[in-house]
C-alpha cells in the first residue's frame, strides 16, 4: 500500500477527499493530513486518537523549531476543522489522548529529554476548541507517563520514574479530579526495575490492574499487579520464560479475566498474547509468527481491544514491514489476519484503534519510514481499509509458557505535581491526496526467475494506491489458463497444475477498480512476461 502526496498550496485548514467508498451504506474513508508550512522531515508525528460526538480528535507533536505538542480536530469523516500545537518550553510529546465528555480532553505527555534536559512529564485537559483548561507537570524530572484510566470519581494517571545514576524504574501511580487537583499518588519499588505499560479498570470500584516490565537473572519479564481503588497493591506477580517478553497492552474480558499482548525481540521478532485469571495467573499463552518479517521498535505502539462478540482484537506494528491487525477467539486461536505491507518504503503503521458502534474501528497511524505525516482511516470489522488493502493474511501460532511468580512491592518516597502554563497556537494543516499517479496505479515487471533464490520469484502487480475490486490473470502462449487470483499480494510462482511452467512468454490480464470523485472507476489492462529457468 502506498500513499503518494500531491503538492498542495498552504491555505487555511482546508482538506481534500483522500479516498472514500461505500461498504454496507457506510462511509469508509482513509486520509493522511500534513502541515504544509513545515518541511517533510519535520512534520506531525500522530500517536493516539479518540472518538468524539461528532468526529474525532488526533494528538501527537509537530516538529518545526522544537517538538511541540498537537491536537487535530477532525470531522466525522476525517477532514480536519482546526489544528493547535501546545509549548510549555519543553519537548512537549503528546502521546495519549482520553475523552470526557463534550468534547473535552486531557492529554499525557512526556519529554524524552537529552544529555543536557532530563525527562519530564505532564498532562494537560483542554476544552472542545482546544483551549487550556489547566496543565500539570511532574517532578523530579525523570517521570513517563504510560496511560490515563477515566475512574467514577476521577482519573488514574500511570507511569514511572526514572533514577538515571541507578538505571531504577519505579510505578508511579496519581489519582486526580477533573480540575486536575492530586487526590493521592503512589510510588511502588521493586527489586531490580520496575515499569509500566497499561492498565484497566475493575468495574464497581475494585480498584485497577497494572501491566508493565521487570526484570528477573538478566531478561524482561511482563509483570501484572493488581491494586485497590486507593492505590495499594492486592498481589504483584512476575510472568516470564527463558526469553524476553516485553508487555504492550492489556484489556480485560467480561467475565473478569485479563488478556494482554506484546513482542519477542530478535532476528525475527514474534508477537504473543496472553490469557490470565483473576488473580494474575496463565491460563494459556500463544506467541504468533505471521508468514511475513516483523519487528517492533517502540513500545508506545499497538493497541488491544475486545470486541463486542468476545474476541481480542490487536494491531502489532512492524517497522519497516508496516503492521498488522488480528482478530482471535479467547483460546488464542487466530479468526483473520490483516496486514499493512511495506510498499516502495512507504509502510502504513496503526498505532491506535478505537471501536465505532457499528463495529468498524477507527485507526490512526503512519504513512512513511520517518512516520512524519499521521494517517486517519476507519477499518471494517476484521480491520480492512474497506477491503482495497489488506488481503487475509495467514499467521502461525505456537504454544508460549510462561511462569508465573510473586514480585513484591514497596513504598517509594512520591513526587511533587505543579501547574504549567502553556503557549497555543493555530497551524495549518490539509490532507494529501492518498494516491495520484499517472498514468496507471501499479508497476509491473516484463520477465521473473522462480528459482526460489527469494529475488524475483513471483510475478505480479505492485499497486500504488487503494483498489477496491481485483482479478489477475496468465495466459500461456494457446491461451490456456495458467494463473488466476483476487488477492492482491499473491503472486505467480511459475507453477501451473503443480508442475513448473517452462520458460516462455506469457500473457496477463488486470481487471480493477478504483475510486474517484466518490465512484468506481474500472480498469482493464494487459501485457506480456517472460518466465527464465
Not at 491460563?283 to 505471521?290: E, F, K, L, V
Not at 492482491?488 to 516462455?504: N, Q, V
Amino acid at each position: 500500500m502506498k500513499w503518494i502526496p500531491t503538492t498542495l498550496p498552504a491555505v487555511p485548514l482546508i482538506a481534500c477527499i483522500a479516498f472514500s467508498v461505500k461498504l454496507n451504506a457506510q462511509d469508509y474513508f482513509a486520509r493522511s493530513i500534513a502541515s504544509p508550512d513545515v518541511p517533510p522531515l519535520q512534520a506531525l508525528f500522530g500517536k493516539d486518537l479518540e472518538v468524539l460526538p461528532d468526529g474525532y480528535s488526533l494528538v501527537g507533536w509537530r516538529a518545526t523549531d522544537n517538538f511541540n505538542g498537537m491536537v487535530i480536530n477532525t470531522d466525522p469523516q476525517g477532514m480536519p476543522r482546526w489544528a493547535r500545537e501546545y509549548d510549555a518550553g519543553y519537548q512537549e510529546w503528546f502521546n495519549l489522548a482520553l475523552h470526557t465528555g463534550s468534547g473535552e480532553l486531557i492529554i499525557g505527555w512526556n519529554d524524552p529529554g537529552d544529555t543536557i534536559q532530563p525527562k519530564r512529564a505532564g498532562y494537560v485537559k483542554l476544552d472542545a476548541n482546544g483551549n487550556v483548561l489547566w496543565s500539570n507537570t511532574i517532578t523530579p524530572a525523570t517521570a513517563v507517563i504510560r496511560k490515563i484510566l477515566p475512574l467514577g470519581d476521577g482519573y488514574l494517571l500511570v507511569g514511572e520514574t526514572f533514577n538515571s545514576a541507578s538505571s531504577q524504574h519505579k510505578i508511579m501511580l496519581v489519582k486526580f479530579d477533573g480540575s486536575g487537583a492530586t487526590l493521592w499518588q503512589r510510588i511502588w519499588d521493586a527489586p531490580n526495575h520496575i515499569t509500566a505499560t497499561a492498565a484497566v479498570e475493575i468495574p464497581a470500584g475494585g480498584g485497577f490492574y497494572v501491566l508493565g516490565q521487570t526484570r528477573h537473572l538478566n531478561s524482561e519479564d511482563a509483570w501484572i499487579g493488581r491494586f485497590t481503588a486507593d492505590g495499594l497493591p492486592v498481589f504483584s506477580k512476575r510472568l516470564g520464560s527463558l526469553v524476553d517478553e516485553e508487555p504492550n497492552n492489556l484489556a480485560l474480558l467480561s467475565d473478569g479475566r485479563l488478556v494482554m499482548n506484546g513482542w519477542i525481540p530478535g532476528a525475527n521478532d514474534i508477537a504473543w498474547l496472553t490469557l490470565l485469571d483473576d488473580e494474575g495467573n496463565p491460563q494459556w499463552s500463544n506467541i504468533y509468527q505471521p508468514t511475513f518479517v516483523i519487528y517492533k521498535y517502540v513500545d508506545e505502539y499497538g493497541d488491544l481491544h475486545i470486541t463486542p462478540a468476545g474476541d481480542i482484537f490487536f494491531v502489532n506494528p512492524s517497522s519497516p514491514q508496516g503492521s498488522f491487525i488480528v482478530r482471535a477467539s479467547t483460546t488464542g486461536v487466530v479468526k483473520s489476519v490483516r496486514f499493512y505491507p511495506d510498499t516502495h518504503d512507504d509502510p502504513t503503521k496503526w498505532h491506535r484503534l478505537d471501536p465505532l458502534p457499528d463495529g468498524s474501528w477507527a485507526a490512526i497511524g503512519s504513512l512513511d519510514v520517518f512516520e512524519k505525516t499521521v494517517c486517519l482511516a476507519q477499518l471494517d470489522s476484521l480491520g480492512g481499509l474497506a477491503g482495497c488493502c489488506s488481503p487475509l493474511q495467514e499467521i502461525k501460532s505456537f504454544a508460549h509458557a510462561l511462569v508465573s511468580a510473586n514480585l513484591p512491592l514497596t513504598a517509594a518516597p512520591e513526587v511533587q505535581i505543579s501547574a504549567l502554563p502553556f503557549t497555543v497556537h493555530s497551524f495549518t494543516v490539509q490532507d494529501r491526496l492518498v494516491c495520484a499517479p499517472p498514468p496507471d496505479p501499479y508497476t509491473i515487471g516484463n520477465a521473473f526467475t522462480p528459482n526460489d533464490d527469494q529475488t524475483n520469484d513471483t510475478f505480479q502487480p505492485d499497486f500504488l494506491c487503494p483498489v477496491t475490486a481485483y482479478k489477475f490473470q496468465v495466459f500461456n502462449r494457446w491461451g490456456l489458463l495458467v494463473f488466476e487470483t483476487r488477492e492482491i499480494l499473491k503472486g505467480w510462482d511459475g507453477r501451473f497444475g503443480g508442475s513448473e511452467a517452462p520458460s516462455d512468454t506469457y500473457v496477463w490480464v488486470l481487471h480493477y477498480e478504483l475510486i474517484e470523485n466518490g465512484a468506481r472507476v474500472p480498469a482493464l489492462r494487459k501485457g506480456n512476461v517472460t518466465l527464465l529457468r
